[in-house]
C-alpha cells in the first residue's frame, strides 16, 4: 500500500497523459498558458545531440515510428527558432493537408466532362499542390504571428509590428495567387491536344527485331499497341508532370517569400513536414518531386526541410541523399553501434530520463521511489522492455497504471508493469488483423494482412517450443528460458518490417552470428509475451550468455523461408499465369517481365491461406477506410461519448480529420454525434456498427495453441 497525496496521484497521471499527446498537442502549462516544451524535452541523446543536429541549417529527415517523439523534437526546434532573428519556420501536417485537398467524386467527374480536362489522377494532384501552397503560406503567417508576439523576440519587435501589417498584406496576395489559380489551373493546359495528336502520329518502331509501323489504325498489332499504350503513359507522366511544375512556378513562389521574410533579416526558412509517411505512395511521389524537392534545390539555401517519417517509407526524389542529414528514433538505429549491453543501458537511461523528467514537473516534491515497489534499477529497466524506449508507449503504460493500481493506492511492481504492458497490446497493438478484414481495400491487399498474421503466429509458436528445448544453452538456464527474442540475416529483415512498424516486433540488434553472417535480432512485444508466457530478455549473468540472441536455436530464417514458400504467389498482370516462388530470382533478373506471354510484369503478392474464408466472408459493403474503423474502435472500447480531439489522440491525427470522417460515419448510421452537457459536439458508437464490427467474434488472438502453460 501507499500513502501517495492527491497531488501526487493527479501528478503521476499528468505526467502520464503529457507522454500520451499526439503529434501537434501542445505542451502548456494549464493555469498560465505558457509553453512547457523547452523544460519538458528530453533527449534521446547525450548533450542534447538529435536536437542540435536539427538546429543546424541542413534538410533533415526525421525518421521512428509512431511516438518515438518526432512531433516533440519538432515543437522543441520551433520554440528555440522563436529566439533566433535570422531563421523562422512553417508546420505542416501533409495527412491532414492531404485530407482537406481530396474532393467529392461527382465534382471530379464533372471537372472532367470538360473539353481538355486533366486526366482524374492529375486533377488530384494539382489540388493537393494548391493546399500545400496554401497551407505553407499560412503556417508561415501562423508562425511569425507568434514571433511578433513573443518576448523573446524583443529586439526586433519594434520593427516587425511596424512591418508586420504590410507582411502579412504580401503573404495574403500570395496566399491569394495559390488559391486563385496564380500558381495552378486544372484545366488551362494547352499542351494537352498537341499530346493527344502526337500519340496519334505514325511512328517506326523495331520490337523482337520485327519492323512495325505504329498508327491509330485498329490493324495494329496488340504487341505493338501494348507498347504504343506504355509509351504514351510515360508521355502522360512526364508532360504532366511539366505542366505541374510550370504552373506553380515554384522559382516565383521561393523568390517572393524570401524577398518577403529578408525584410525581416530572415536567412532560413525551416519547413517542418509531419506524418510524411502517411501519404499513398503516388502522393508522397508527387508532393517530392514537384514541391519539396525543388523548394530544397532551387532556394539557393534559404529553404531547409525538416520531414518526420516512418522507417521505410521514404521517397527522396531528387533531394541529394549525400548533402542530408538523417536522424533514427528507433532502438538499433539510435543506440546499436556498440554492444547489445551498451545499447540496453542507454536506452534503460533515456526511459528513466523521461520518467523522472516528467515526474518532477508534474508531481513536484514526491520521487519515483514513492510509486515504485522493488529495486529501482529492475523497475526502469522492466519499463524500457515493456516499452522498447517509446515515448508515447510510456505515456499509455503510465496511464494503464494509474487505473489499475496507483488509485487503489497499490505501489508499482514489475509484475504490474507486465500486466499494463499485456493491456496495452491487447488494446492497441493486437486489433490491427481485426480490422484488416473490414478495410476498403482489394482481397488480395486484406489477406496481405493475414498472411502477415500466419507469419507471426509461426515466429510465436516457435518461441513457445523453445520454452522447452534440450540444448547445452537451455540445460545451464534455471527455470524457463527467455525466448523472446529470434535472429535472421540482414537480407531478409524486410519481411518483418510490417509487423515491426506495428509494434508487433522491434529490431533490438545487429550481431555476428555462430556462422559468422551479419544477422539482425529481433524481440517480440513485451505485452505479447506476456500473454503468451514467453519469458523476455536474457538470461542473468552477462559473460556466458552475451551470445545468447545469435544461438543456433534462435535462428528463424527456415521459418521465414517456409512462409515464402507457402504464402507468397507470383503471378503475370497481363496472362494472369502463376510461377514458384523458387522462379522469382531468374524473373528479377529479366526485369520481372513475364515467361509465358513476353508482355506483362509478374508481381509477388502475400496470400493467406488460413484465413482466406474469413476474409472472403466479409460483406463488401462493410469495408471502410482505416481512420473511419479506427473512430469506430476507440469509440467501442471506451465505452462512452468522446470529442474528436480525444479520439484524434488515440488515431494520432488532427481534430478536424475526426470531424470530417465522423459526419460520413453519422450520415451510414454508425455513429451519433450529439452535444454534450457543455455544448460540445461528442461522438457515440451506434449499436448497428457495435453489432456488426465488434460483436462477431474478434480474431485477433493468434492461433498458437492454449495462451497459458
Given at each position: 500500500?501507499?500513502?501517495?497525496?492527491?497531488?501526487?496521484?493527479?501528478g503521476?497521471?499528468?505526467?502520464?497523459?503529457?507522454?500520451?499527446?499526439?503529434?501537434?498537442?501542445?505542451?502548456?502549462?494549464?493555469?498560465?498558458?505558457?509553453?512547457?516544451?523547452?523544460?519538458?524535452?528530453v533527449?534521446?541523446?547525450?548533450?542534447q545531440?538529435?536536437?542540435v543536429?536539427?538546429?543546424r541549417?541542413?534538410?533533415?529527415?526525421?525518421?521512428?515510428?509512431?511516438?518515438?517523439g518526432?512531433?516533440?523534437?519538432?515543437?522543441?526546434?520551433?520554440?528555440?527558432?522563436?529566439?533566433?532573428?535570422?531563421?523562422?519556420?512553417?508546420?505542416i501536417?501533409?495527412?491532414t493537408?492531404?485530407?482537406?485537398?481530396?474532393?467529392?467524386?461527382?465534382?471530379?467527374?464533372?471537372?472532367?466532362?470538360?473539353?481538355?480536362?486533366?486526366?482524374?489522377?492529375?486533377?488530384?494532384?494539382?489540388?493537393?499542390?494548391?493546399?500545400?501552397?496554401?497551407?505553407?503560406?499560412l503556417?508561415?503567417?501562423?508562425?511569425?504571428?507568434?514571433?511578433?508576439?513573443?518576448?523573446?523576440?524583443?529586439?526586433?519587435?519594434?520593427?516587425?509590428t511596424?512591418?508586420?501589417?504590410?507582411?502579412?498584406?504580401?503573404?495574403?496576395?500570395?496566399l491569394?495567387?495559390?488559391?486563385?489559380?496564380?500558381?495552378?489551373?486544372?484545366?488551362?493546359?494547352?499542351?494537352?491536344?498537341?499530346k493527344?495528336?502526337?500519340?496519334?502520329?505514325?511512328?517506326?518502331?523495331?520490337?523482337?527485331?520485327?519492323?512495325?509501323?505504329?498508327?491509330a489504325?485498329?490493324e495494329?498489332?496488340?504487341?505493338?499497341?501494348?507498347?504504343?499504350?506504355?509509351?504514351?503513359?510515360?508521355?502522360?507522366?512526364?508532360?504532366?508532370?511539366?505542366?505541374?511544375?510550370?504552373?506553380?512556378?515554384?522559382?516565383?513562389?521561393?523568390?517572393?517569400?524570401?524577398?518577403?521574410?529578408?525584410?525581416?533579416?530572415?536567412?532560413n526558412?525551416?519547413?517542418?513536414?509531419?506524418?510524411?509517411?502517411?501519404?499513398?505512395?503516388?502522393?508522397m511521389?508527387?508532393?517530392?518531386?514537384?514541391?519539396?524537392?525543388?523548394?530544397?534545390?532551387?532556394?539557393?539555401?534559404?529553404?531547409?526541410?525538416?520531414?518526420?517519417?516512418?522507417?521505410?517509407?521514404?521517397?527522396?526524389?531528387?533531394?541529394?541523399?549525400?548533402?542530408?542529414?538523417?536522424?533514427?528514433?528507433?532502438?538499433?538505429r539510435?543506440?546499436g553501434l556498440?554492444?547489445?549491453?551498451?545499447?540496453?543501458?542507454?536506452?534503460?537511461?533515456?526511459?528513466?530520463?523521461?520518467?523522472?523528467?516528467?515526474?518532477?514537473?508534474?508531481?513536484?516534491?514526491?520521487?519515483?521511489?514513492?510509486?515504485?515497489?522493488?529495486?529501482?534499477?529492475?523497475?526502469?529497466r522492466?519499463?524500457?522492455?515493456?516499452?522498447m524506449?517509446n515515448?508515447?508507449?510510456?505515456?499509455?503504460l503510465?496511464?494503464?497504471l494509474?487505473?489499475?493500481?496507483?488509485?487503489?493506492?497499490?505501489?508499482?511492481?514489475?509484475?504490474?508493469?507486465?500486466?499494463?504492458?499485456?493491456?496495452y497490446?491487447?488494446?492497441?497493438?493486437?486489433?490491427?488483423?481485426?480490422?484488416?478484414?473490414?478495410?476498403?481495400?482489394?482481397?488480395?491487399?486484406?489477406?496481405?494482412?493475414?498472411?502477415?498474421?500466419?507469419?507471426?503466429?509461426?515466429?510465436v509458436?516457435?518461441?513457445?517450443?523453445?520454452?522447452?528445448?534440450?540444448?547445452?544453452?537451455?540445460r545451464q538456464?534455471?527455470?524457463?528460458?527467455?525466448?523472446?527474442?529470434?535472429?535472421?540475416?540482414?537480407?531478409q529483415?524486410?519481411?518483418?518490417?510490417?509487423?515491426?512498424?506495428?509494434?508487433?516486433?522491434?529490431?533490438?540488434?545487429?550481431?555476428?552470428?555462430?556462422?559468422?553472417?551479419?544477422?539482425?535480432?529481433?524481440?517480440?512485444?513485451f505485452?505479447?509475451?506476456?500473454?503468451?508466457?514467453?519469458?523476455?530478455?536474457?538470461?542473468a549473468?552477462?559473460?556466458?550468455?552475451?551470445?545468447?540472441?545469435v544461438?543456433?536455436?534462435?535462428?528463424?530464417?527456415?521459418?521465414?523461408?517456409?512462409?515464402?514458400?507457402?504464402?507468397?504467389?507470383?503471378?503475370?498482370?497481363?496472362?494472369?499465369t502463376?510461377?514458384?516462388?523458387?522462379?522469382?530470382?531468374?524473373?528479377?533478373?529479366?526485369?520481372?517481365?513475364?515467361?509465358?506471354?513476353?508482355?506483362?510484369?509478374?508481381t509477388?503478392?502475400?496470400?493467406?491461406?488460413?484465413?482466406?474464408?474469413?476474409?472472403?466472408?466479409?460483406?463488401?459493403?462493410?469495408?471502410?477506410?482505416?481512420?473511419?474503423?479506427?473512430?469506430?474502435?476507440?469509440?467501442?472500447?471506451?465505452?462512452?461519448?468522446?470529442?474528436?480531439?480525444?479520439?484524434?489522440?488515440?488515431l494520432?491525427?488532427?481534430?478536424?480529420?475526426?470531424?470530417?470522417?465522423?459526419?460520413?460515419?453519422?450520415?451510414?448510421?454508425?455513429?451519433?454525434?450529439?452535444?454534450?452537457?457543455?455544448?460540445?459536439?461528442?461522438?457515440?458508437?451506434?449499436?448497428?456498427?457495435?453489432?456488426?464490427?465488434?460483436?462477431?467474434?474478434?480474431?485477433?488472438?493468434?492461433?498458437?495453441?492454449?495462451?497459458?502453460?
Amino acid at each position: 500500500m501507499t500513502n501517495l497525496s492527491k497531488d501526487a496521484l493527479k501528478g503521476f497521471n499528468d505526467a502520464a497523459q503529457s507522454l500520451r499527446l499526439y503529434r501537434r498537442a501542445d505542451l502548456t502549462d494549464p493555469d498560465k498558458g505558457n509553453s512547457l516544451i523547452e523544460a519538458l524535452y528530453v533527449d534521446p541523446l547525450p548533450e542534447q545531440q538529435i536536437f542540435v543536429t536539427m538546429l543546424r541549417p541542413n534538410t533533415t529527415f526525421l525518421i521512428g515510428r509512431k511516438g518515438t517523439g518526432k512531433s516533440t523534437i519538432f515543437q522543441r526546434l520551433q520554440y528555440e527558432l522563436r529566439k533566433v532573428k535570422h531563421q523562422t519556420s512553417a508546420y505542416i501536417d501533409i495527412k491532414t493537408l492531404y485530407e482537406s485537398s481530396q474532393v467529392d467524386a461527382a465534382l471530379t467527374e464533372r471537372a472532367q466532362a470538360a473539353v481538355g480536362a486533366m486526366p482524374r489522377e492529375y486533377i488530384h494532384r494539382v489540388l493537393l499542390h494548391r493546399e500545400f501552397l496554401r497551407q505553407f503560406v499560412l503556417a508561415i503567417k501562423d508562425e511569425l504571428s507568434k514571433r511578433v508576439k513573443s518576448t523573446m523576440w524583443s529586439r526586433v519587435r519594434e520593427k516587425v509590428t511596424r512591418s508586420h501589417s504590410e507582411l502579412f498584406e504580401a503573404l495574403d496576395e500570395l496566399l491569394d495567387d495559390a488559391s486563385e489559380g496564380r500558381f495552378i489551373s486544372v484545366l488551362g493546359i494547352k499542351n494537352l491536344k498537341q499530346k493527344t495528336s502526337s500519340t496519334s502520329a505514325q511512328k517506326k518502331e523495331m520490337i523482337d527485331g520485327l519492323d512495325v509501323a505504329a498508327s491509330a489504325s485498329p490493324e495494329l498489332r496488340a504487341k505493338a499497341t501494348n507498347n504504343q499504350s506504355q509509351s504514351t503513359n510515360i508521355t502522360n507522366e512526364t508532360e504532366f508532370g511539366d505542366v505541374l511544375m510550370h504552373s506553380l512556378d515554384v522559382n516565383e513562389l521561393i523568390s517572393r517569400l524570401k524577398s518577403l521574410l529578408e525584410r525581416l533579416g530572415i536567412r532560413n526558412l525551416y519547413l517542418l513536414i509531419d506524418d510524411f509517411s502517411e501519404l499513398p505512395f503516388d502522393a508522397m511521389k508527387t508532393v517530392v518531386d514537384v514541391l519539396l524537392a525543388p523548394l530544397n534545390n532551387w532556394s539557393d539555401e534559404f529553404v531547409k526541410l525538416k520531414i518526420a517519417a516512418y522507417p521505410g517509407r521514404v521517397y527522396y526524389g531528387e533531394i541529394d541523399k549525400t548533402k542530408i542529414d538523417e536522424i533514427h528514433l528507433d532502438l538499433y538505429r539510435l543506440y546499436g553501434l556498440a554492444d547489445v549491453t551498451k545499447m540496453e543501458e542507454s536506452a534503460i537511461d533515456f526511459t528513466e530520463r523521461l520518467v523522472r523528467g516528467r515526474l518532477s514537473h508534474f508531481a513536484r516534491g514526491t520521487l519515483p521511489e514513492e510509486y515504485f515497489d522493488g529495486e529501482l534499477q529492475e523497475i526502469w529497466r522492466t519499463l524500457f522492455f515493456a516499452t522498447m524506449g517509446n515515448p508515447r508507449n510510456l505515456g499509455y503504460l503510465m496511464h494503464f497504471l494509474y487505473e489499475s493500481h496507483l488509485i487503489y493506492k497499490q505501489r508499482l511492481s514489475r509484475r504490474a508493469i507486465s500486466e499494463a504492458a499485456r493491456k496495452y497490446y491487447e488494446e492497441k497493438v493486437e486489433s490491427y488483423f481485426y480490422i484488416g478484414k473490414f478495410l476498403h481495400e482489394s482481397f488480395n491487399e486484406r489477406s496481405s494482412i493475414y498472411s502477415l498474421k500466419e507469419l507471426l503466429e509461426s515466429i510465436v509458436k516457435r518461441a513457445r517450443e523453445l520454452r522447452s528445448h534440450d540444448s547445452s544453452v537451455i540445460r545451464q538456464i534455471k527455470g524457463r528460458p527467455p525466448t523472446s527474442h529470434f535472429h535472421v540475416p540482414v537480407t531478409q529483415e524486410a519481411l518483418l518490417s510490417s509487423l515491426e512498424l506495428n509494434f508487433f516486433l522491434t529490431k533490438y540488434f545487429e550481431m555476428s552470428d555462430r556462422d559468422g553472417r551479419k544477422v539482425a535480432v529481433f524481440a517480440l512485444n513485451f505485452g505479447l509475451c506476456d500473454k503468451y508466457t514467453i519469458s523476455f530478455g536474457r538470461p542473468a549473468g552477462e559473460r556466458e550468455f552475451r551470445l545468447y540472441f545469435v544461438e543456433r536455436i534462435f535462428d528463424f530464417t527456415a521459418l521465414l523461408v517456409a512462409y515464402l514458400a507457402k504464402n507468397q504467389e507470383i503471378q503475370c498482370e497481363s496472362c494472369r499465369t502463376k510461377f514458384p516462388i523458387e522462379q522469382l530470382e531468374a524473373l528479377r533478373l529479366y526485369g520481372m517481365r513475364c515467361p509465358k506471354c513476353g508482355q506483362g510484369v509478374c508481381t509477388v503478392t502475400n496470400l493467406s491461406k488460413k484465413y482466406a474464408g474469413t476474409i472472403a466472408a466479409v460483406d463488401e459493403a462493410l469495408l471502410l477506410p482505416r481512420m473511419e474503423l479506427g473512430i469506430l474502435q476507440t469509440l467501442a472500447q471506451e465505452g462512452e461519448p468522446m470529442r474528436a480531439g480525444a479520439i484524434a489522440s488515440e488515431l494520432d491525427c488532427s481534430y478536424q480529420m475526426i470531424g470530417k470522417r465522423g459526419k460520413i460515419l453519422a450520415n451510414r448510421g454508425l455513429l451519433a454525434r450529439d452535444e454534450n452537457d457543455d455544448g460540445i459536439r461528442v461522438f457515440s458508437i451506434s449499436e448497428e456498427a457495435k453489432s456488426v464490427y465488434f460483436s462477431a467474434g474478434d480474431d485477433s488472438e493468434l492461433d498458437v495453441g492454449t495462451k497459458r502453460s
